[in-house]
């Protein structure tokens, strides 16, 4: 009896001064700042009108119609928007050689052509891609060879038809003829509508992976264009090297994607010749707007990071989030089939609340909520 009330003595003692542990979890992890998020149809005139009062904290379009420079309370976030190229036909140039030396003279006009959002880059990889640094002395060398080109020797009888308001814009100002059926376009190509096709999104995962990858970003532009059909074959069998993970180690990875670009740029059939930066804008009032704003580098702010970080500044947490769209809903509300839209996949990309969503800068996935343990120590 003795022994059992010493044990019981010292195992109470034990307890008393041992160090205790405790988790404490909050039964439900928010995932957005505002507890409500209302999505409205405006035009750009309305968005213009009702950013600057706050009657809408973001606008998720084009570039509101500002009558001038936008108040000192609205700021704006930039993204890729979309990309020019200039395409040659089959007939305009005797072979490969003279087909490259026309394109590159009639691209090297547009360097000093300065349009609001429009900026003279001769590769297909820009800042916005994750793989910019592994192109960077190629691009340089672009940039220097179109540089040194003498503009002035273009031929201006060459009819040009433009695809897009940039190209038109740009054909206005170089004075080119304009003919719809042309031996040359220049087109304007939507980031944004070259990657719809490609994307899956599935519980946040976004297939396929290398989605903000320069390299296949260049791919999906240049190479249905090639006219050569050896060059074509060495093309798709470096792509499928690349999309298959067959590198062995990142130099050699890096390598294959360089010597893809480059071989896609080669026969000039198809020369991206510029970028355009999208604005997206919001309201940074000091009370009335909003900040922590993320975004995506090819989306913007239409992407499911900028729901789940805005914050509105009236509030510490929740309060009410009114954005601006430039159309409605037009697909089916269901996350099977639909939801395809623009302002569908932003209403869902807040719906679905996948567990991860697409990180802004690469093509890897962030958790959606962080859960952070408190140890208590006695």
Same mark, same amino acid.
């Given at each position: 009896? =003795?022994?059992? $009330? /010493? ?20 039964? +439900? ?7 409500? /998020? ?17 009657? /809408?904290?973001?606008? +998720? ?12 309370? $609205?700021?704006? #976030? ?6 020019? #190229? ?16 026309? !394109? ?28 910019? &640094? ?13 540089? !040194? ?16 308001? &940039? ?15 042309? =031996? ?27 989605? =903000? ?17 050896? %060059? ?26 360089? =010597? ?11 020369? $991206?010749?510029?970028?355009? #930066? ?68 932003? /209403? ?6 996948? !567990? ?12 959606? %909520? $962080? ?8």
């Amino acid at each position: 009896m =003795k022994s059992i $009330v /010493i044990g019981t003595l010292l195992v109470s003692l034990f307890i008393l001064f041992t160090p205790v542990r405790a988790g404490h979890e909050l039964p +439900i992890y928010p995932s957005f700042y505002p507890q409500e /998020i209302r999505i409205v149809t405006v035009d750009a005139r309305e968005a213009a009108a009702q950013l600057p009062k706050a009657a /809408i904290h973001a606008y +998720i379009g084009p570039e509101p119609a500002f009558d001038s420079s936008p108040p000192d309370n $609205v700021r704006f #976030v930039e993204s890729l928007g979309s990309y020019l #190229v200039l395409s040659l036909a089959p007939d305009a140039a005797k072979d490969r050689d003279s087909r490259c030396t026309l !394109a590159r003279t009639l691209a090297s006009t547009l360097v000093t052509k300065a349009l609001p959002g429009f900026r003279f880059h001769p590769y297909p990889i820009t800042p916005f891609h994750e793989d910019y &640094l592994y192109h960077f002395d190629l691009i340089e060398a672009a940039k220097a060879e179109y540089q !040194a080109l003498a503009a002035d020797s273009i031929d201006r009888s060459l009819s040009v038809h433009p695809q897009g308001k &940039l190209a038109t814009r740009l054909v206005q100002a170089v004075a080119w003829p304009v003919e719809e059926k042309g =031996k040359v376009a220049l087109e304007e190509v939507d980031v944004r509508a070259l990657l719809t096709t490609q994307t899956l999104s599935l519980n946040g995962w976004i297939n396929p992976p290398w989605i =903000k990858q320069g390299w296949f970003h260049a791919y999906l532009l240049l190479a249905d264009a090639i006219s050569e059909p050896a %060059r074509r074959r060495a093309v798709d069998a470096l792509y499928q090297r690349l999309i298959r993970g067959q590198a062995e180690g990142k130099e050699e990875q890096v390598n294959i994607e360089r =010597k893809l670009v480059s071989q896609l740029v080669e026969g000039c059939e198809r020369t $991206v010749v510029g970028y355009t #930066v999208r604005r997206e804008y919001y309201n940074a009032d000091f009370s009335a707007g909003v900040e922590n704003i993320a975004f995506d580098s090819h989306t913007g702010l239409h992407a499911p990071i900028f729901l789940r970080t805005v914050k509105l500044k009236d509030f510490p947490w929740n309060g009410w989030l009114r954005l601006g769209v430039p159309t409605p809903p037009s697909a089916a509300w269901n996350p099977v089939g639909g939801f395809t839209d623009p302002t569908g996949r932003l /209403i869902w990309s807040a719906l679905g609340d996948a !567990a991860l969503f697409p990180a802004p800068y690469n093509g890897g996935w962030l958790v959606n %909520r $962080v859960v952070d343990y408190l140890f208590i120590h006695r």
